[in-house]
C-alpha cells in the first residue's frame, strides 16, 4: 500500500471570483477565510450575523499534486476523501470524478486512469448548502425545532445551522483526510472482532476479515496481540476466497471497565495481509478491551429496568452529553479533545452522549475515551427534525452513513450504545404528515428497521435504541413514561418548575436535564466590549441562542439568591445556580439506584463562548458545575434531604464502588454566623453499588429557638480518616440567610512554579468559596464551603509558570457574601 497526502496548502476560490486566497485542508471555508484576514471572527461581538453569505455562495478547491511513474504503475488507485462537506463534484486534470451528498461519509474513487505523471490538478466545487435545503423544502416540508431551513435534507452536521445553544454559521470544505491509495493484488476491506467470554477466566476472540482481492492469488493473514507492548499471541491463518477467520483465546484476560470501576488495559491487534512469498501487501491495527457491556431491560417492581451492565456488573451511568467542540471541526486537535475528555474523567463521570445533531467524532475521541473508561452513547446525526425517508437516494446515502461509521467505531471498548435519534419522538411523528410531524410509517423506514438491521448484522454485541427518549412499552408516544425507557427532564428550565421538583422525578434513565448559566467574566470579556458588559446588551443577548434565556436565568437566581452588586459576580452567581440544580438533580437520581441508574446532563461542553448549559466553557475553564460534579458524582457521596415541616434531615450514602466500605458521617448543626448548637458522629456500613438513608436527624428545638432561616447543617463522610465527600443542608434559601463577613484567611504554599496549595479557613460561615486567577488555572477543589474553625486546602495548577508573587497577585477568594456587598 502506497500513500500520497493531499492534505496541506490548496487554493479557495469563491464563486464568480477569478483570485483564490490560501487554504489549509482538512479545514472549512469559514477558517480559510478567516486565516487570510477575509472576515473576522465569528464568534465575536455579533460578526455571526454579517457571515451569512458564506453559506449561501458556492466555493472550489483547487490544489497541484506530482506523481511519478513507480506510483501510477499500482494495479487500482484510489482517492479516497475521509470527508468532504457535503455537495461537491470532483474533477482530475479537468475530467469528472464524482460527487457526495454526505458529510459523514468516506468516499472513494478509482482514479487510475485519470492520472498523469507529472503535474496533475484536483478540483472540488462545493455548491451552497442554505440554498439547496430551502429549494427542496419546495418539494417537501420537514418540520424542525431549530430553525434549519432545509437542513434536514441535508446528511450535513446540523447543528451547523444554528441551535439554542449555537451560532448559525453554515460552511463548507474538505474537513477531514484526504489521500491517494495505490495498491496491488489485495488490501483489507473489513475487520470485525467479537469476544466471547462465557468461558471463566479466558476470553475468546472470533476475527472476521473480509479482502478486497485485485488477483486470484495464495494470501494469508498474520495476527499479533499485544498488551503494553508485550507479545500475548501470534497466529498466521489463510485467506480463503475473500474471507480471513481466526479464533484467539486469552487466558487470565485484563478486563476494560468503565472509570472507577476498574482500569482500562487495552489490547493491540494486527492484521498483517501478506501475498504468497510471505511480503505484506496492507496492515491494520485494532485497539480493544476485553469486555461485556450491555443495555439491561428486564421487568421490575417499578416497570422495566435501563441499566448498563459492564462484565456482568451493573453501574450507575454518570456523566453528560457531547456537543462539537467547535462550530468548525477540523479545528478540535487531539490536545483539545484531551484536555475536555480528562476533564469529564476527573469529575467521576464515566459515560458521555454523543449527540445526534452534530458529528461522528473523529477516531481520536474513541480513542481517549476507551483509555479514560468513558462510556460512549451514540446517537446517529439526527436531531429535532423530521427527515425524507421516502426519498430513495436520501435513503441510499444514510444507509452507506450507518454501515461505515457502525464498522469504524464498533471496536471501541467505550462504545456502550447505539440511538437512532435525539429527541423525534417528543412530538415530531404523528399518524400522518403535517406541518409540525412526519409520519410513524416513514419515522419507522429508518429508525424502527434500516438502522436496527445495520447494528444487528454488523455490530450484534451492541444494544441500539430507537431514539432519546423513548418509551419502549404502551403508548409510545408517552415518550417520559417513568416506568420504563430514558427521559429528557425539561420541566426545571424550559417548564420553569423550581428546583426541588427533580424529588418528584422517579425515571429509570436521565439522557437530558439542564440548568444555564453564563461563563467567566474572561470568557464573557473575549466576545464583548466593555460598554456591552450588562447582561441585556444587545451583544449578550446575540449569545444567548434559548430564547428567553437570560430572563429564565435571571428569573430562578431571584428566587434563590440577592441580586449581585456588579455584572462580573452576576456571572459568578449564575454558575453557582447552575451547579445547585443539577446537585438537587442528580444527588436524588442517584439516591433511588437501583430504581433510576444513569444521569447524563445536558450538556459538557460548548462550541463557542455563550451562555448555556454547559460545564465546560469554550475555552474549557470549569463552571461551578463542573467542580460540583467532580462533587456529586464522587464514587462515594454523602447528601441530606431538609424538611422544614418535621425540622429534619435525612442523611444517606450513595456508593458506586464495587466493594463494601465503613465510614463516619461527622456532622455539625450551626447558626448562619457559625456558632455551633449541635454536633454528632454516625457510623455507617456502605454497601458497594448501593444508596441508603443512614438516619433521620431531628432538630425541633433548633428550629423554635434559632429558626429555619438561621441554621446550617453541615455533613462530612470520612473513610479511613479521610474525608471523601462534603455536604451543606440548608432549610431556606440562601437569599434569607444573614451571613457576616466571612474573613476568609488565604495561605500559600508553593510546590513548583505551576503548582500552589491555597490553605483557606474562615471566622464566619463562607458559602461556595472559589478562587479565580487571571490566568488559566485548575482547581482540585473550589466552591467550596468552609466552616469556621475548618481549614481546606485546594491545590491550584496554573497554565503558566508563575513566581510565588505573581500567583498571590493573581488570586482572588470570593464566597457568596461578596456576590451583594458592595
Same mark, same amino acid.
Given at each position: ?167 448559525? @454559521? ?34 475468546? @476472540? ?239 423506514? @429508518? ?376
Amino acid at each position: 500500500m502506497d500513500y500520497i497526502n493531499l492534505n496541506g496548502a490548496w487554493r479557495l476560490y469563491q464563486a464568480g471570483e477569478k483570485d483564490a486566497i490560501a487554504a489549509t485542508v482538512p479545514g472549512t471555508v469559514h477558517t480559510d477565510l478567516l486565516a487570510v484576514g477575509k472576515i473576522p471572527d465569528p464568534y465575536y461581538r455579533d460578526n455571526e450575523a454579517r457571515l451569512q453569505w458564506i453559506g449561501e455562495t458556492d466555493w472550489t478547491y483547487s490544489r497541484h499534486f506530482t506523481l511519478d511513474q513507480t506510483f501510477l504503475a499500482h494495479e487500482r488507485v484510489l482517492l479516497h476523501c475521509a470527508g468532504l462537506d457535503t455537495l461537491a463534484e470532483i474533477t482530475i486534470n479537468r475530467q469528472r470524478v464524482g460527487q457526495t451528498d454526505n458529510m459523514f461519509r468516506t468516499w472513494e474513487f478509482d482514479v487510475k486512469s485519470l492520472l498523469i505523471p507529472g503535474d496533475n490538478e484536483i478540483v472540488i466545487t462545493f455548491s451552497a448548502p442554505a440554498p439547496y435545503g430551502r429549494k427542496r423544502l419546495e418539494e417537501h416540508v420537514l418540520p424542525n425545532w431549530n430553525g434549519l431551513k432545509g437542513g434536514n435534507w441535508l446528511r450535513k452536521e446540523q447543528c451547523n445551522f444554528g441551535w439554542d445553544w449555537g451560532p448559525n @454559521l453554515v460552511t463548507c470544505g474538505i474537513w477531514r483526510n484526504i489521500r491517494l491509495i495505490g495498491f496491488n493484488t489485495a488490501r483489507l476491506a473489513d475487520i470485525h472482532i467479537r469476544q466471547d467470554h462465557s468461558v471463566p477466566n479466558q476470553v475468546t @476472540l472470533r476475527c472476521q476479515t473480509q479482502i478486497e482481492r485485485l488477483a486470484e492469488t495464495p494470501l494469508s493473514m498474520m495476527i499479533s496481540v499485544k498488551l503494553d507492548g508485550v507479545d500475548v499471541t501470534q497466529l498466521d491463518v489463510p485467506v480463503i476466497g475473500s474471507t480471513a477467520a481466526a479464533e484467539i483465546t486469552i487466558n487470565d484476560p485484563a478486563l476494560w471497565w468503565p472509570n472507577g470501576l476498574g482500569d482500562q488495559p487495552l489490547y493491540e491487534i494486527s492484521f498483517s495481509l501478506r501475498d504468497a512469498h510471505s511480503s505484506q501487501l496492507d496492515i491494520q491495527h485494532k485497539r480493544i478491551g476485553l469486555r461485556t457491556l450491555r443495555l439491561e431491560r428486564e421487568p421490575d417492581e417499578w416497570g422495566e429496568s435501563f441499566r448498563f451492565v459492564v462484565n456482568g456488573v451493573p453501574f450507575f451511568a454518570k456523566g453528560a452529553n457531547w456537543i462539537p467542540a467547535d462550530c468548525f471541526a477540523p479545528r478540535i486537535d487531539a490536545e483539545w479533545y484531551a484536555r475536555l475528555l480528562k476533564d469529564a474523567a476527573a469529575a467521576h463521570m464515566n459515560m458521555l452522549r454523543v449527540w445526534g445533531g452534530g458529528i461522528y467524532e473523529q477516531e481520536i475521541f474513541y480513542d481517549l475515551c476507551d483509555e479514560l473508561g468513558l462510556c460512549i452513547w451514540q446517537d446517529f446525526m439526527f436531531a429535532c427534525a423530521a427527515y425524507p425517508t421516502f426519498d430513495q437516494d436520501f435513503m441510499v446515502t444514510v444507509k452507506h452513513e450507518i454501515e461505515e461509521n457502525v464498522r469504524r467505531l464498533r471496536h471501541h471498548p467505550c462504545m456502550a450504545l447505539w440511538c437512532g435519534n435525539n429527541e423525534l419522538e417528543q412530538g415530531l411523528i404523528g399518524d400522518q404528515w403535517t406541518e409540525r410531524t412526519m409520519s410513524w410509517e416513514d419515522y419507522a423506514r @429508518l429508525f424502527d428497521q434500516m438502522i436496527p438491521e445495520v447494528t444487528a448484522r454488523l455490530d450484534p454485541d451492541t444494544s441500539y435504541w430507537p431514539s432519546s427518549a423513548h418509551s419502549p412499552l404502551g403508548n409510545r408516544q408517552d415518550f417520559n413514561n417513568p416506568k420504563w425507557g430514558d427521559a429528557h427532564i425539561w420541566d426545571v428550565w424550559h417548564g420553569l418548575k423550581p428546583f426541588e421538583y427533580y424529588r418528584t422525578c422517579y425515571h429509570r434513565f436521565n439522557s437530558e436535564f439542564g440548568f444555564q448559566s453564563f461563563p467567566e467574566p474572561r470568557t464573557v470579556y473575549s466576545y464583548t466590549e466593555p460598554h456591552e458588559r450588562n447582561i441585556t446588551s444587545y451583544v449578550m443577548e446575540w449569545h444567548q441562542r434559548s430564547g428567553p434565556g437570560n430572563r429564565i436565568i435571571i428569573q430562578y437566581l431571584l428566587e434563590w439568591f440577592r441580586m449581585a452588586t456588579s455584572f462580573e459576580m452576576t456571572l459568578w452567581l449564575t454558575q453557582i445556580l447552575q451547579g445547585m440544580a443539577m446537585r438537587y438533580a442528580v444527588e436524588h437520581w442517584r439516591r433511588i439506584m437501583p430504581r433510576g441508574m444513569g444521569t447524563l446532563y445536558w450538556q459538557i461542553n460548548d462550541c463557542w463562548q455563550v451562555a448555556s448549559w454547559s460545564s465546560l466553557d469554550y475555552f474549557g475553564r470549569w463552571k461551578a458545575l463542573h467542580y460540583m460534579a467532580r462533587q456529586f458524582y464522587a464514587p462515594v457521596v454523602v447528601s441530606g434531604i431538609e424538611n422544614i415541616e418535621t425540622a429534619s434531615a435525612e442523611i444517606h450514602i450513595t456508593s458506586d464502588t464495587r466493594h463494601d466500605q465503613s465510614g463516619v458521617v461527622v456532622w455539625h448543626l450551626t447558626t448562619a454566623t457559625g456558632e455551633t448548637i449541635e454536633n454528632g458522629r454516625l457510623a455507617a456500613e456502605i454497601p458497594a453499588q448501593r444508596s441508603r438513608m443512614i438516619t433521620t436527624l431531628d432538630f425541633k428545638k433548633a428550629f423554635e429557638q434559632y429558626g429555619p432561616r438561621n441554621l446550617l447543617l453541615w455533613l462530612d463522610l470520612q473513610i479511613e480518616g479521610n474525608t471523601v465527600s462534603r455536604s451543606l443542608v440548608l432549610w431556606s434559601r440562601p437569599k434569607h440567610l444573614d451571613l457576616l463577613d466571612p474573613a476568609i484567611k488565604v495561605q500559600i504554599t508553593t510546590v513548583n512554579e505551576f503548582t500552589y496549595q491555597v490553605s483557606l479557613t474562615a471566622e464566619k460561615p463562607a458559602l461556595w468559596t472559589w478562587l479565580q486567577l487571571d490566568f488559566d488555572a485548575q482547581c482540585s477543589d473550589n466552591f467550596v464551603h468552609l466552616r469556621p474553625g475548618e481549614a481546606q486546602t485546594i491545590t491550584v495548577n496554573t497554565s503558566q509558570a508563575a513566581t510565588p508573587a505573581e500567583f498571590s497577585q493573581a488570586l482572588r477568594v470570593c464566597s457568596l457574601y461578596d456576590t451583594y456587598q458592595p
